[in-house]
Structure formats: C-alpha cells, structure tokens
C-alpha cells in the first residue's frame, strides 16, 4: 500500500505549511523556546537531515511514532537540536499561557489587527507574540533564554523559570 501525498490544493492542512510560518518558528527557537519532542508534533527539516521525502510540502513531517524519530536522530535532544518545532494554532496557545501572555495582549490585538485574517497571518501572530515574550527575557537573542537558567518541564513543553 503506498501512501497519499498531501495535496494542498485540496487537502485541508492541519495547520499552515508555509515558508513564513517555517521561519518564524525557527525565530522562535533562536529566542529560547525549548520543545521536547513527542507524538502529535509538527516539525520542519530545514537541513535536510530526514532522507526520507516528507508527505507534507516544504520538508515537514509529522511525529507519528517517535521511534522513528530516533532512529534517525538517535536521542530525544538530537530531535530537538535538529529540527524546527512548528506548534499548531492550540500549542502556541499554550506556550503563551506558560509564558503568561494575558489572554487580553491576545485579544486586543486581534482584534485591531487581525480582523478578516488568515489563519497564517492568526498563527505568524501568535508565534510573533511568543518571540516578543522571550527577547524581552532574552537581552541576547543568539544565546537561547535558559542557557545559565534552570529549566522546568510543563506537560511535554519545555519553558524557562
């Protein structure tokens, strides 16, 4: 049985798989957002370290079996390093309530500026809001936030104390 690519002319996409979104992700990384790999991810290969063609466009796959994760990548950290997280609509969500963005920051500025949006441009928001959080905490944005700070994990997030 072979398997369907995705097609994004007709499938309807989990979440946007676009080279902006791509790239702010890996802002967020740069800025300190720290993820432990698990099931139900979204991730980009930007470095092309998955041989294997993804169904998706642009280099993204989907954690569906983390063991086949490792076996690319060997260990849990090597996942993390090498990849790109891209949180969906509800994860990013969550980061910012562990980051504690005020439901209201959100709110307020959808409003004003993403009335009619897209969900890319909903979602380049979100992300943009969680960037903005971790430079204000991040003097340094090429040394990632909680490089000499303890770190806790939250759920299978991990956000600096």
Known sequence: MTSTRFNPEKDFATMPFDNEICHRALDM????????PHVGCFVWDPDKFIKPASPFPGRIYFILSLARFLDIFDTIDQIAQKLVWLPTWHQARLVCRQLSI???NFENRRQR????SSPVEELLHIYGLIIETLQQGNPNPDKPVGAKRKSRFIGELNIDD
């Open 102 to 104: 005020p439901v209201e």
């Open 113 to 116: 500026d993403l009335t009619g």
């Open 29 to 36: 990384k740069k800025c300190g957002l720290i993820w432990r």
